[in-house]
């Protein structure tokens, strides 16, 4: 077909946790410039296949950009080239022929490679295991127009929601700080009556649950942001800040 | 076994309220000694996980992903329904359970139908109440749309991305049951097998999928919240983990498969672009209420869609429904497009879709309008086709989105294995032969959060206390078959990929068991399905070994599982000899083409019993009793 590309590959390979890992060296061939950057893998990972050679693993699920599994480092930027897009949804026409491209897994302490492009992110879960609720049980509860909300904070709040909790902002971050994603969920319930009962609670103990996993601190460089593929604000932080700081102040 | 749905007695509208009174109950003092394993945590399986552990059970979930919280119900776009009639528009809990029975092509269980609808009002409040970020009106009340071709406003949505938020919300609520203690999260863990210890379900062999090992989890009762089994024909609107392992090993093992060919298939997805192609993305149906559905009126015609006079297009959906239009039920919406394009009118290169055009609204409403109510479609959509449809008409064609059928489960949703229950989309569940938009997403919170938690409490009441133990000889036998059929895999070192066999397999389901089905199709179709099962098993290739993170024997277990199931669903497929709702049987139609149901022979769910991977299923019927609804033919003219 015409218009079809020929890459080259430089992808990060490790066999497990424990493994030191290297880069080995692919050649892509035949793609086309409609396919997604993970449909141009499957292309590499079936000739590897009938070479009798190991495909290499990368986790992805819904291919549509929601559920916040598929998460490569590609030539030095999570989720790639394009702002506000994840792995899965960039397409290979943001490529050129010939191009050489560098394949890496998230590199953060707080997730250790499992095997190659394969991290293990669930510190993430852990932090919100930590307070990232409200704690109402299963049929308690009044009407839902019972309160009202205002539109704009409910938008907002919305916003923050909208996180798909990949990881980029902190394999993007110099210090492989989380604030972006812990401050995300902070703000989603600060914004929201039905959060504020444990307000104070659930910002001091998710955070500590944060630096406890390991994660750096942040200095404001806001690479975060600029690679989050959801957009999700630099302006979540300052007011989980501002949440901390009020909470430790009453405490 | 004879099939008892259980389904109470006494009015529709007291049924459930009688029964819940009439469910024994197990003492709260008492409920830390059960143990309840779920399979699966979509909006299913972390709202019943999160209930349950909130009343006291100790809980372990299971989920391929590396997170509870990336089950495929995220993807879910439109909304969810709920009978609240905050419009004043005329919603009730008995439209809402009309509305369903009826879309559904009178397959449906009205008892069940109608708690659904009852329970529907509790889901939006619980949600809610956990910080679910709604859409809101400027009055800070919650805001509401019409869905679906439904003639009331009764849909709840968050933007284009509502079972994300309701899937974050049910996760939080199981996030803190896991901070608490009362539940035990495996991630990136698969179910193999479930293990029945006489003759009652009493646990599962999962495989951590980081190290290879092989796992023996033992309860009082498992609960499978799988998902649907749509990856059978490989290209579909699914995640691409999406698989039917765990509710097709529990068939195996005793459990019923209800309907399997009930298959919805959504009308509006971005069309197939290539060989390449890894799935396909769905285009929200809300895009139907401005955009206007046509192809050429001439067969192959290729002029641009700009440069074909208004008078040379065929608005069809217009032209035969006058009264609901583009806003036909899915089904309906879907059959007529591939009519279209097997009439040689398709359009694109490959002549597999019809346009959306959006053109007369944006005249109408100007593109502001339009962009403010689908402007993150639109991008999607460019994003994927590199076309923009503010400028040129979308190109969209049908995919396979929704299984209506899964394992048979009685009003408690307790399958025919004692002690195992299915919930969400894995079940047979509620939505008959076709769903409506907006429901799944009802369906699989309402079993999780309300229905679940009251009926398994009946089993568990009757249930000794002591903890269920690994070391019986079922454990055993089970453990040892999933490691069987792992080394099989291994062992076969053919030459074609699991990837090629789902390939295959997808080709053949949707040529044979898709949108239009056929006696000889479908003969034909059993027969090379046969022949594939036998390739895999001769020719299937995995590379690497059981014991470390292997995304390629994963995959080819799950395939295996995939092609005996699509054998069923074409087996259930060609004995029913009438037509409803998803499933068209061409020679059952009306003289206008629409589908000729036979109420007066298959008026029942199928549920198919396991013999034997090469012995024909079992047939069992469930007639279905409407005592409150009268059955017509549906018309949408
Ligand atoms: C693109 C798209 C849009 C949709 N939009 C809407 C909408 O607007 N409104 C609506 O009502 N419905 C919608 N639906 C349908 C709806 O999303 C699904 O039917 C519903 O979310 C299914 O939920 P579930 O909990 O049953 O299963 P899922 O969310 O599919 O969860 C399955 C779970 O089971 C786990 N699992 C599966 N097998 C195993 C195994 N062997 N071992 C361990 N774990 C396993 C998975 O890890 C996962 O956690 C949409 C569907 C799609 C595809
Ligand atoms: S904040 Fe953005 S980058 Fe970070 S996890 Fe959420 S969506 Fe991903
Ligand atoms: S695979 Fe789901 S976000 Fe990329």
Request: glycine share 10%; charged share 25%; net charge neutral.
């Amino acid at each position: 077909m015409s218009g079809n590309m020929n890459l080259t590959l430089k992808v990060w390979r490790q066999k497990n946790t424990s493994a030191s890992g290297t880069f080995e060296t692919y050649q892509a061939s035949g793609i086309s410039p409609d396919m997604s950057f993970l449909e141009m893998m499957d292309v590499v990972n079936e000739d590897l296949i009938k070479q009798g050679k190991d495909p290499i693993a990368f986790d992805h699920d819904c291919r549509e950009g929601i559920c916040g599994m598929c998460s490569m480092y590609i030539n030095g930027r999570a989720h790639g080239p394009l702002k506000g897009v994840t792995t899965c949804q960039l397409h290979m026409r943001t490529f050129k022929d010939g191009d050489t491209i560098t394949i890496e897994p998230w590199r953060s302490s707080a997730f250790p490679v499992l095997k190659d492009l394969v991290v293990d992110r669930s510190a993430f879960d852990r932090i919100q295991q930590a307070g990232g609720f409200v704690s109402v049980n299963t049929g308690s509860v009044q009407d839902a127009n019972s309160i009202p909300v205002p539109k704009e904070n409910a938008d907002e709040a919305f916003l923050s929601a909208a996180c798909i909790g990949c990881g980029a902002c902190v394999a993007a971050c110099k210090n492989s700080s989380a604030m972006l994603f812990v401050s995300a969920k902070v703000s989603q319930y600060a914004l929201l009556p039905q959060g504020q009962v444990e307000r104070a609670k659930r910002v001091v103990n998710m955070v500590e649950q944060m630096d406890q996993e390991g994660f750096g601190n942040c200095t404001n460089t806001e690479a975060c942001e600029a690679e989050c593929p959801k957009q999700i604000s630099v302006s979540n932080i300052a007011r989980m800040n501002r949440e901390y700081i009020k909470a430790k102040l009453f405490s | 076994m004879a099939l008892n749905s259980n389904t109470p007695s006494g009015p529709l509208s007291e049924k459930w309220d009688n029964h819940k009174f009439n469910l024994k109950l197990v003492n709260p003092a008492n409920k830390r000694k059960y143990d309840v394993i779920i399979v699966g945590t979509g909006l299913a399986g972390a709202s019943a996980a999160a209930s349950l552990a909130e009343l006291g059970y100790n809980v372990k979930t299971f989920c391929f992903q590396d997170s509870p919280r990336r089950a495929h119900s995220i993807a879910a776009q439109g909304g969810v329904n709920a009978a609240k009639n905050y419009r004043n528009d005329g919603d009730s809990v008995h439209r809402l359970f009309y509305d369903t029975i009826k879309g559904g092509d009178y397959r449906a269980r009205e008892a069940n139908v109608y708690r659904l609808a009852q329970v529907s009002v509790n889901i939006i409040d619980q949600c809610v109440a956990q910080g679910v970020p709604f859409a809101r009106e400027y009055g800070g009340l919650l805001d509401n749309r019409s869905f679906g071709g439904a003639q009331v406003s009764r849909t709840f949505y968050a933007k284009g991305q509502t079972g994300q938020q309701l899937l974050l919300g049910a996760y939080s609520a199981m996030n803190r049951q896991i901070g608490a203690g009362k539940i035990q999260s495996y991630t990136r863990h698969e179910m193999l097998d479930l293990v029945v210890v006489d003759g009652k379900a009493r646990g599962i062999i999962a495989r951590d999928m980081v190290t290879g090992k092989i796992e023996r989890h033992a309860a009082h009762a498992v609960v499978l919240c799988t998902g649907g089994y749509g990856n059978v024909f490989y290209l579909t609107t699914y995640a691409r983990g999406s698989n039917a392992t765990a509710i097709w090993r529990a068939h195996k093992k005793g459990a019923y498969f209800g309907n399997p060919c009930f298959t919805q298939i959504h009308p509006t997805c971005i069309p197939v672009s290539g060989d390449h192609q890894s799935k396909l993305t769905l285009m929200s149906e809300s895009l139907r209420n401005d955009g206007r559905i046509w192809v050429p009126m001439k067969k192959g015609d290729n002029r641009r869609p700009e440069d074909i006079p208004e008078n040379e297009r065929d608005y069809y959906l217009e032209r035969i429904y006058p009264s609901f239009g583009n806003l036909v039920p899915r089904d309906i919406a879907s059959r007529k497009a591939k009519e279209m394009c097997d009439e040689g009118r398709g359009v694109g290169a490959s002549g597999l879709a019809v346009y959306l055009d959006f053109s007369e609204a944006i005249n109408r409403l100007g593109q502001k309008a339009v962009e403010a109510r689908y402007g993150n479609l639109f991008d999607m959509y460019k994003q994927i086709t590199g076309e923009d449809p503010y400028k040129t008409p979308m190109r969209i064609y049908p995919a396979v989105h929704y299984t209506m059928g899964g394992l048979w489960v009685d009003y408690n949703l307790m399958t025919t294995v004692p002690g195992l229950y299915a919930c969400g989309e894995a079940n047979f569940s509620d939505h008959g032969a076709n769903r409506l938009g907006a429901s799944a997403l009802m369906q699989g919170l309402a079993d999780g959060y309300f229905v679940l938690p009251y009926t398994i409490g009946d089993y568990l009441a009757g249930e000794e206390r002591k903890p269920i133990t690994t070391d019986h000889p079922e454990f055993e036998a089970a453990e040892k078959n999933v490691k069987g059929m792992i080394e099989k895999l291994l062992s076969v070192k053919g030459t074609k990929t699991s990837h090629d066999f789902q390939r295959e397999l997808g080709l053949i389901m949707w040529n044979h068991c898709g949108m239009a089905r056929n006696e000889k199709g479908l003969i034909e179709g059993i027969e090379k399905i046969k022949a594939l099962r036998q390739d895999f098993w001769s020719n299937i290739m995995v590379p690497g070994s059981g014991e470390e993170l292997n995304q390629n024997l994963e995959k080819a277990s799950r395939v295996a599982d995939l092609i005996e199931l699509g054998e069923l669903m074409m087996h259930d497929a060609l004995h029913r000899r009438e037509s409803c709702g998803g499933h068209f049987r061409e020679e059952y139609q009306t003289p206008e083409g629409e589908a000729l149901r036979d109420d007066d022979n298959f008026a029942y769910v199928a549920a198919w019993e396991f013999m034997g991977v090469d012995s024909p299923a079992k047939l069992h019927k469930e007639e279905l009793n409407y005592e409150t609804v009268k059955r017509s033919q549906r018309s949408y003219k």
